[in-house]
Nanobody
């Protein structure tokens, strides 16, 4: 079992920056792929970025070049640095921990609201 708590959401103007943090507890953090998803009103939850246990990263096309995911295994924390924010980035952002053995196990945080508006 993994418990995840997100921090860092809020209101920001277009073009601004925010950094989200997600602190994990309850298991060996370093073995999990960690990701950030988001869900806007009326839309499905979508993957924003993922960082694998070995450090490889994946990004949604819509955030490439603007968002950066990083992890600090010593602090059991994953970060999402969001720059050049746009109104369409407005959503609830969820932290995800994933481990795939014969089955995929997914764990979720409670979500944090990010609103990009002038």
């Amino acid at each position: 079992q993994v418990q995840l708590v997100e921090f860092g959401g809020g209101l920001v103007q277009p073009g601004g920056s925010l950094r989200l943090s997600c602190v994990a507890s309850g298991s060996i953090f370093s073995i999990y792929a960690m990701g950030w998803y988001r869900q806007a009103p009326g839309k499905e939850r979508e993957l924003v970025a993922r960082i694998h246990a070995g450090g490889n990263t994946n990004y949604a096309d819509s955030v490439k070049g603007r968002f950066t995911i990083a992890r600090d295994n010593a602090k059991n924390t994953v970060y999402l640095q969001m720059n050049s924010l746009k109104p369409e980035d407005t959503a609830v952002y969820y932290c995800n921990a994933r481990r795939t053995l014969t089955t995929t196990f997914d764990y979720w945080g409670q979500g944090t609201q990010v609103t990009v508006s002038s």
